[in-house]
């Protein structure tokens, strides 16, 4: 299935529902913004506390988002009771993906750690040096350009081995892109468990799930440009279209429904303007 597919499966799964996606979303916003904006009064503590909540947060409206997609009853706040019931649950998940990724982000912390020392380093043994060599300013200011040479040498260096590491992160990150999907459908998995089946569904489809994400692209440029107003529709429209994702690559029958009817309402206009043409 392609990217274009996903999406035409939302847009039809969302008739009727676009008002209500708008102000879940609206609400959620909302939410987080109020919650950010009293954090950020408490320095690093409100960081933490953020971060502590922003999880099951996040896997709360995903929860409201694939009751919607399903055809669930569902409130418009009801993703803060879900958030507050799961919080175990979403981060024995988020905690098991951290693991996963812990070396690609550990060498990230360490580079930038060794770049900013080695810089430091870098420029004080270059004066030092010169001045104990020459003991006069005007010997000292000469060594600047061999400093910046060297600088520019190694920052090189050191952006292309941050990109590569970079990379590395994000691709080996789209493996566990399915995790909390798996763990609404399978609430008394492990965090472990929920983590490995989103590495074997997506192992060979992470080519796919990018390509998805980035056919919103034209969507997002739109919605900046609106300052932020269409996002109450985007968000929704994105996560419905990852959810019937999920579902086709976990098997689920109900999204296999939706393609046949995609497809087949595909087929017909192509025979209705295929008659009409005769």
Known sequence: MTA??????????????????????????????????GLSFLPFIGNLVLIFLEVPIVYGILVSFIKLKRNEEVGYIDFLETAFSSIGSAWKVSGNIFLKLLLPIGILVGLMFVY?????????????????????????TSTIPVFAVL????????IIA????????????LLYSQSLFILYDKPNATGKEI???????????????FCLTLSFIGWMILSSL????????LMPYMTIANIFFYEHLAGKDDSVEVVDTVSKDAI?????ENNSED
């Open 4 to 37: 274009s597919q996903f999406r035409e499966m939302a847009r039809k799964n969302l008739t009727g529902k676009w008002g209500k996606a708008a102000v879940i979303t609206l609400v959620y916003t909302l939410i987080t913004f109020l919650l950010s904006f």
């Open 116 to 140: 900013f020392i080695s810089i430091a380093l870098l420029g004080g043994m270059t004066a030092f040096n010169a001045a104990v060599a020459t003991g006069t300013a005007r010997n000292v």
């Open 151 to 158: 600088l520019v040498i190694f920052s090189i260096i050191f």
């Open 162 to 173: 941050y990109i590569a590491i970079y990379v590395w992160l994000f691709i080996k990150a």
């Open 195 to 209: 983590v490995e089946e989103s590495e074997r569904l997506m192992k060979g489809n992470r080519g796919r799930y």
């Open 226 to 233: 609106s300052f932020g107003i269409g996002l109450l529709w």
């Open 268 to 272: 017909d206009t192509e025979n209705v």
